[in-house]
């Protein structure tokens, strides 16, 4: 195949799906196009791709699925018979059906999502796991996987002749835990709306930015990430108690899992 195009859509809330990304990006041949659709604000945004193009998929695995919001901004966008790769960046406990979930929904909007990876990242609630990773033995994997992924496209004929490779996962899928660490604001807010711009399911009210509506957040703490005056956070008695019982059972360095269709 003849691929003359690279795009990247991703939803990243902490940045960590993005270095991920970016790890694996790099290692391709051609310039990518970056399409974040994170925030609220990018729900209905929408691409069409040809048949030679490739696409990434990136996303951060919540509880063993991605994001029900990264699902459906996935699929707005659509294939045409499209070569796509899939990541689904874990914090170092399981991915559990997140893969799973990733192909089925690619596969549903004309993708032909032959290349698959879970990467391992900074645990993105949980303090003191998988500390600064992706690290450079990861990056050196995703480099790896790149390659191997380049290869496979330029010996393939067409896009017909890629194969989906089969990755664990259950259907129906694992129900989306809940999560008791809801991010507020402290009496530091000045209201400046940053977090509730970038707020992924507008948890956050633009004119009372202060506030959080608990049953639409979803626990990313992109607030947090992004608040330039450390104005918003969890309860950090509770969250490093969770912390430290966390770690002690996933804490063990998990390795990255890399599937390609034969």
């Known amino acids: 195949m003849n691929i003359t195009k690279l795009s990247v859509v991703f939803f990243s809330a902490t940045g960590?799906?993005?270095?991920?990304?970016?790890?694996?990006?790099k290692a391709l041949p051609l310039p990518a196009r970056w399409i974040d659709v994170t925030a609220a604000s990018t729900a209905d945004q929408a691409h069409t791709f040809g048949p030679e193009e490739l696409v990434v998929f990136a996303a951060p695995v919540y509880g063993g699925r991605i994001p029900a919001q990264a699902a459906q901004r996935?699929?707005?966008q659509k294939g045409?018979?499209?070569p796509a790769v899939l990541l689904a960046v874990f914090?170092?406990?399981?991915?559990?059906?997140?893969?799973?979930?990733?192909?089925?929904?690619?596969?549903?909007?004309?993708?032909?999502?032959f290349a698959c990876a879970a990467p391992v990242a900074e645990h993105s609630l949980m303090p003191g796991v998988a500390v600064g990773r992706p690290d450079e033995a990861d990056a050196q994997k995703l480099a790896e996987f790149a390659g191997r992924v380049w290869q496979t496209l330029a010996a393939a004929p067409s896009a017909h002749a890629l194969a989906v490779p089969a990755v664990k996962g259950n259907r129906?899928?694992?129900a989306y835990p809940s999560i008791p660490f809801k991010p507020t604001a402290s009496k530091s807010c000045v209201q400046c709306g940053t977090c509730a711009r970038a707020c992924p399911t507008g948890a956050i009210p633009l004119e009372h930015p202060n506030q959080t509506d608990?049953?639409?957040?979803?626990?990313?703490?992109?607030?947090?990430?992004?608040?330039?005056?450390?104005?918003?956070?969890?309860?950090?008695?509770?969250?490093?108690?969770?912390?430290?019982?966390?770690?002690?059972?996933?804490g063990a360095r998990k390795e990255p899992e890399f599937f390609i269709g034969k």
Do not use: W
Not at 16 to 25: L, P
Not at 227 to 249: D, M, Q, T, Y
């Open 74 to 76: 996935f699929a707005r």
């Open 214 to 250: 608990k049953t639409r957040c979803i626990s990313c703490m992109r607030c947090v990430a992004v608040c330039p005056h450390g104005a918003r956070g969890v309860n950090k008695l509770l969250l490093e108690a969770a912390g430290k019982v966390f770690a002690l059972k996933f």
């Open 80 to 82: 045409t018979q499209t």
């Open 91 to 113: 914090g170092n406990r399981d991915y559990d059906d997140a893969l799973l979930e990733m192909q089925e929904v690619a596969q549903a909007a004309g993708f032909v999502p």
């Open 172 to 174: 129906p899928y694992k």
């Open 16 to 25: 960590r799906t993005h270095k991920a990304a970016e790890a694996f990006v």
